[in-house]
């Protein structure tokens, strides 16, 4: 069945550092792609989104774009703020298995002024 | 606008007892999921509908039952509950591509 994978945390930045959290995928057919954000406390929300290969979800500073070549997701943003201290979820809906949406283990990330 | 709404917000329960989870959602979404989350696990799908009236098994699907009776609700059912099934529940629902999540259920077994 369809799967999701990615890197393990807690990932630790200063302000204004380079993010990059990886996911990579497992899936027969074309399916949908996203990251969802919890902060403490909260339910998911989305973040972005990517429907087909080559697409690029965007979305508050963050950028992942949809590679099907190496069924992956990463989620990058330039510049990190202390708000975007978050646990990170990548997650994917679709391909054969129709409805059904699955997450990856996802990826606390703490960012220190 | 309420959204997803879950109740209870907190419940412990004896090992043994049984309990139903409701979660309610006033956007029409055709799509509904039963999560739970436990440290170092992610979410892990237990059951999802795709329509009224309609169920199916998720990832980890043994000792829980769900009913869509109506479309605005999605109910989970614990019917012997185990310290195993001590986690954070989580209620979603959607239409196309993006899932509205409820603020969660904290339920303990002990």
């Known amino acids: 069945g369809n799967s999701v994978t990615q890197m393990e945390g807690p990932v630790t930045l200063s302000e204004e550092a380079f993010l990059t959290i990886n996911c990579t995928y497992t899936?027969?057919?074309?399916?949908?792609l996203f990251w969802y954000v919890q902060y403490p406390g909260e339910g998911l929300q989305l973040l972005l989104k990517?429907?087909?290969?080559?697409d690029k979800g965007s979305n508050k500073g963050f950028e992942a774009t949809y590679r099907k070549e190496t069924t992956s997701f990463h989620l990058e943003k330039g510049s990190v703020q202390v708000s975007d201290s978050a646990v990170y979820f990548c997650a994917l809906r679709g391909g054969n298995q129709g409805g059904k949406l699955i997450f990856g283990q996802g990826t606390e990330l703490s960012v220190k002024p | 606008n309420a959204g997803v709404t879950q109740t209870p917000k907190f419940r412990v329960l004896k090992t043994g007892q049984s309990m139903t989870l409701l979660c309610a959602q006033d956007m029409n979404h055709e799509y509904m999921y039963w999560y739970r989350q436990d440290p170092g696990m992610g979410l892990r799908l237990i059951h999802y509908s795709v329509g009224e009236g309609t169920t199916a098994k998720g990832e980890v699907p043994d000792g829980y039952n769900v009913s869509r009776l109506k479309k605005q609700n999605f109910l989970l059912g614990l019917e012997s509950a185990a310290p195993s099934q001590t986690s954070v529940y989580f209620c979603?629902?959607?239409?196309?591509?993006?899932?509205?999540f409820g603020q969660g259920t904290r339920l303990t077994v002990v």
């Open positions: 979603a629902s959607s239409f196309q591509a993006e899932a509205f």
């Open positions: 990517a429907t087909k290969a080559d």
């Open positions: 899936a027969t057919g074309y399916p949908s």
